[in-house]
């Protein structure tokens, strides 16, 4: 099964509003972490990592937080636009492994 | 799309045809994914390759193979297509460091 997954398969949120969207991970042994985005027909998009010695890390208008006691991992978007309208997923991996797993997504809906 | 094209962009085939996708790079980077991406499961990567020649199975690789002979061209192959896979296929690269992967914008493969 997968070892990463998301709290919510969607998400709307109103236009100015923050969006905070949820990540559990379950292998303790993951200390890379990575958002992408993905719009309508296209691939996904690197947004933000995180490394496990990090609790936080902010980007321009996203921040990353990492909860390594309870295996959790979030994305706040900051003023939420119409161009963030997107499936978000949260990967993971382990600095020795060429590979990630992938969390189901959440679709995320901005309303005007 | 970091430097990565995939083509066909979309295909319909029929159940029992061969398809071949192929996906290339003008970045020279040694690691390359394919992936299938359904409802509901997010990415799943199907083989991925560490140098020319060089590949190997990923958690859905059954009914599909892969070949490497030029560093920027990784080419999927589905022997016998069959209803279930049709999906959207994407690959991806990944630069020496660190983890992140950068995704190419995808074939819509459909098997009828």
């Known amino acids: 099964g997968e070892s990463v997954g998301l709290h919510l398969p969607t998400l709307s949120v109103q236009e100015g509003d923050n969006s905070i969207i949820n990540c559990a991970y379950s292998?303790?042994?993951?200390?890379?972490f990575i958002w992408y985005k993905q719009e309508s027909g296209k691939g996904p998009q690197f947004i933000i990592d995180?490394?496990?010695?990090?609790d936080k890390r902010q980007g321009q208008r996203v921040t990353v937080l990492l909860n390594k006691t309870v295996k959790h991992l979030s994305l706040q978007i900051a003023a939420t636009q119409p161009g963030d309208s997107a499936v978000y997923f949260c990967?993971?991996?382990?600095?020795?492994?060429?590979?990630?797993?992938f969390g189901a997504g959440t679709t995320v809906t901005v309303r005007a | 799309d970091a430097g990565i094209t995939q083509s066909p962009r979309h295909k319909v085939t029929e159940t029992g045809t061969p398809v071949t996708l192929r996906c290339h790079q003008t970045?020279?980077?040694?690691?390359m994914y394919w992936y299938r991406q359904d409802p509901g499961h997010g990415l799943r990567l199907i083989h991925y390759?560490?140098?020319?020649?060089?590949?190997d199975k990923g958690e859905v690789s059954d009914g599909y193979s892969v070949s490497r002979s030029k560093t920027e061209d990784f080419l999927l192959t589905l022997e016998s297509a069959t209803s279930s896979q049709t999906s959207v296929y994407f690959c991806?690269?990944?630069?020496?460091?660190?983890?992140?992967?950068?995704f190419g914008p995808g074939t819509r493969l459909t098997v009828l």
């Open positions: 991806a690269i990944r630069p020496s460091a660190p983890n992140e992967q950068f």
């Open positions: 292998n303790s042994a993951s200390d890379y």
């Open positions: 995180i490394r496990s010695n990090m």
């Open positions: 990967a993971e991996t382990r600095s020795n492994d060429y590979k990630l797993s």
């Open positions: 970045e020279n980077h040694r690691y």
């Open positions: 390759s560490y140098g020319v020649k060089d590949t």
